[in-house]
């Protein structure tokens, strides 16, 4: 019997899916997603029905990943920093709509106006009028470390809006560390250590932290990895302030908001009215093709760190965490009364095609195979690609000398948000270097005139970028601007953003 069979074939509509089929359902998606790891759970009625490790933690060493094996959930931990705000909010310390500048004075958004009317709301609900991904080399790929979160604020008067306050969705990452900010104002503690004694304790999440710092046995956690031409290679932790868990413990995540705010004693965490509140449309977004071909979705909005949409005519939130090397989703039916998690350590749609299918066993639709939906639109992606490259014009290296000394090009140039960037002259070739982490590091390769491509060291990045430097009326470089090669880098590889000025040259 093929694999599909074995899942689909006994079941009728709204029949849950046995452990047996959970199996082949998991290993089918990691076998042909080509995911080393995952981990999932499914909570039914306060209970943990399922809780399985499968795969391995790394391809390097082979050790087997089980529940006690700690993810880094990524966006996910948006959902802990609203609910930690919520506590605050049902201990009278803040509103959701109180005004941002009346906790952080050095608030300042491009627009005076938007500064002054910007609130705690505005900062979790994607509204700002920023364009997606602003600002996120900031903290993209490897550079939350060596950005502090004053040097975040500082920036956001430089990022300029593309659409009207309050008017479009788009996401956007700086906002949630001014919301954590406001944690710290309030609290008088960082936002992560609030989270872990506010609510990961109180929950027992035993082996979950919000900083990878207090992580207590680093050989528990699963690496990352990304394809690199078709092929799988692990990966640079992306060490910031992010939750990581492990699936017992999102399982426990999970039980809290089923339950609207209880602990497993009955006790209120948080009260039933900020949970609500947390899970309310706030701004609506765009339906996205495939919700509405598989899941008949008429809308989809975006609540206080959760996503949210109609799923076959019953209420569905999610959010997913995506970072480099891992990819992690959760997804609730609350009207079923039922939660699925799955934590992965490979960059593919197998979280989210995880949670989809099992959940839709819980209702009265015909089922869909989420992973195989993927599976071919992998595949009719890479024929696209493929297409691509024999109708576009090739990225043709060039054969002939730069139009000026390569030491022309070196020195120092700044953007007003980002800082600043190096261009240095190594051997008999140009690098480039970000100065906020070490993962932006490469060569530039010419390809004409003033323009390069610059190639970085980590190639499992997949994030090349077009290098354009700019020549005042005299010759002299004064500047670059930049512009990934591929439409399928990540949004928060923002390179489009910068306008990078040469502000000094090597002695």
């Known amino acids: 019997m093929a694999l599909s069979q074995l899942i689909f074939a006994p079941l009728c509509l709204s029949a849950q899916l046995t452990p047996k089929q959970i199996d082949a359902l998991v290993e089918k998606a990691a076998d042909e997603l080509n995911v080393p790891g995952v981990a999932l759970a499914v909570v039914k009625s306060g209970e943990v029905i399922h809780a399985k490790g499968y795969g391995v933690q790394s391809i390097e060493n082979n050790t087997p990943v089980t529940t006690d094996t700690l993810f880094q959930v990524a966006s996910i931990s948006k959902s802990f920093l609203t609910a930690a705000l919520a506590l605050l909010v049902d201990e009278n310390k803040l ?46 790929p490897d550079a939350q470390a060596h950005t502090t979160p004053d040097e975040i604020i500082s920036a956001l008067k430089y990022l300029k809006p593309t659409s009207s306050f309050r008017s479009e969705y ?22 992560d250590l609030y989270v872990e004694k506010a609510l990961i304790a109180p929950l027992k999440m035993t082996n979950c932290v919000a900083s990878p710092i207090r992580i207590k046995i680093p050989s528990k956690r699963a690496i990352p990895h990304m394809e690199v031409d078709g092929t799988l290679k692990t990966t640079f932790f992306k060490d910031d302030e992010l939750i990581n868990c492990d699936i017992a413990g999102m399982a426990k995540w999970a039980q809290l908001f089923l339950s609207k705010g209880k602990l497993p004693d009955g006790q209120d965490l948080l009260s039933e009215k900020q949970h609500a509140e947390m899970w309310k449309p706030v701004t609506l977004k765009k339906v996205a093709y ?15 760190g959760w996503n949210l949409m109609d799923f076959h005519g019953h209420l569905h939130v999610s959010h997913g965490g995506a970072v480099q090397g891992m990819t992690s989703h959760i997804a609730f039916l609350p009207e079923k009364d039922v939660a699925v998690i799955a934590l992965t350590n490979q960059w593919s749609r197998a979280a989210k095609g995880l949670t989809a299918t099992i959940l839709e066993h819980y209702i009265e639709a015909e089922p869909t195979n989420y992973i195989d939906v993927y599976i071919e639109g ?16 090739p990225l043709h290296l060039s054969t002939t000398k730069p139009p000026m000394a390569l030491n022309q090009y070196t020195g120092t140039y700044q953007d007003n948000w980002y800082g600043t960037v190096d261009v240095t002259v190594i051997g008999s070739e140009l690098n ?22 610059a190639k970085w060291h980590d190639r499992t990045l997949n994030a ?18 930049m512009k990934a090669v591929s439409r399928s880098t990540d949004f928060s590889y923002n390179f489009h953003d910068l306008n990078l000025k040469k502000v000094s040259a090597p002695e």
């Open 170 to 191: 788009a996401y956007n990452n700086l906002m949630y560390t001014v919301a954590e900010e406001i944690i710290r104002e309030i609290t008088k503690m960082p936002w």
């Open 378 to 393: 992998n595949k009719r992606y890479e024929a696209y690609k493929k297409q691509q490259k024999k109708t576009e014009k």
């Open 432 to 453: 480039i270097k970000f100065s906020r982490g070490n993962a932006l590091t490469g060569k530039l390769a010419h390809i004409e005139g003033n323009r390069f491509v």
């Open 290 to 304: 495939i919700d509405q071909k598989y899941a008949q979705t008429h809308f989809q909005a975006y609540g206080l």
């Open 464 to 481: 090349d970028a077009f290098v354009k430097f700019d020549v005042d009326f005299e010759g002299k470089v004064i500047g670059f601007k």
């Open 95 to 140: 509103s959701w709509d109180d005004k941002v500048i009346d906790y952080l004075p050095q608030f300042q958004m491009y627009d005076p106006w938007v500064t002054r009317e910007f609130t705690i709301r505005d900062l979790l609900t994607h509204r700002s009028g920023l364009p997606l991904g602003a600002g996120d080399l900031l903290q993209w």
